[in-house]
């Protein structure tokens, strides 16, 4: 979140809508997603107002009870330009493994539970319009996911040359949304950027190209940034001992091939 816009963001005049905001989207939206994940993104229907997360969204166990401060209080709410995407981080302090946190509080989420998450009904649009009724997503718990981020292991999708067929990736655990969009990019035969509408659920990532795609080859360079929702990464595990993590990698490129229904 780049809080430089913060201030800019306060001063935006927003239409006037009497449209009720609704939850729309959840990221990541997996059946099942690790105990230790730390992002989990909402997105609403309309721009909201800031400075109601606190107190309206709340994590409650399967018994009913709630998860007591299960996310990280930075005292700013993170939220796109537009008000309509929220980033809620799960404390990493209660996540990870052996630190204070984690060993007095616990971690907030564990696994083989269910979970609810919450948006309380009174929850606000930037225009003051409540969404007026409790929104809620169900969270299945697994294990956790503590190993590296392996681009090498993912899949790609045999693409035909001069058609506007998305280049499908299939990833083999769930990665970060926001990550995801940002980090991956495609690279033609004549080393421009390929650009396209990309789409993401965490699981699985496309882009439908501007034009066809034309014969050659491709590369599908992932930056070393790219983290998967547990916060681990292609230098290091979320939960590495410190003189275990490696040095700084470089991008990681996938080398593919565009020409008629061969695959790369």
Known sequence: ?????????????????ADAPSLVSFAPSAAEIPANTLR????????????????????????????????????????????RRMTLIIDPGRVKQGVGPNLREGAPLESSNRYSLIVDGSMKSAVGEAIGSDQKVVL?????????????????????????????????????????????????????????NIVTDGRDWSMTPKSPWPPGAYRLVIGPELEDVAGNTMRSAFDAQAETIGRAVEPREIIFRVKGLDKY
Request: zero cysteines.
């Open 140 to 196: 299945r718990i697994g294990a956790a996911e503590r190993r590296l981020v392996d681009p090498e292991i993912w899949d790609l999708v045999a693409l035909a040359e001069r058609r506007l067929d998305p280049l499908q990736v299939r990833f083999e655990r769930s990665m970060d949304d926001a990550g995801s969009r940002r980090l991956i990019r495609v690279f033609g035969p004549d080393g421009g950027a390929v650009r396209g």
């Open 1 to 17: 979140m780049r809080r430089v816009l913060t201030a800019a963001l306060l001063l935006t005049p927003w239409p006037a809508s």
């Open 40 to 83: 989990v993104y909402l997105t609403f229907s309309e721009p909201m107002s800031r400075g109601q997360a606190r107190d309206l969204i709340r994590l409650v166990r399967a018994d009913g009870s709630i998860v007591e401060s299960p996310f990280l209080n930075l005292g700013i709410e993170l939220w796109d330009r537009a008000q």
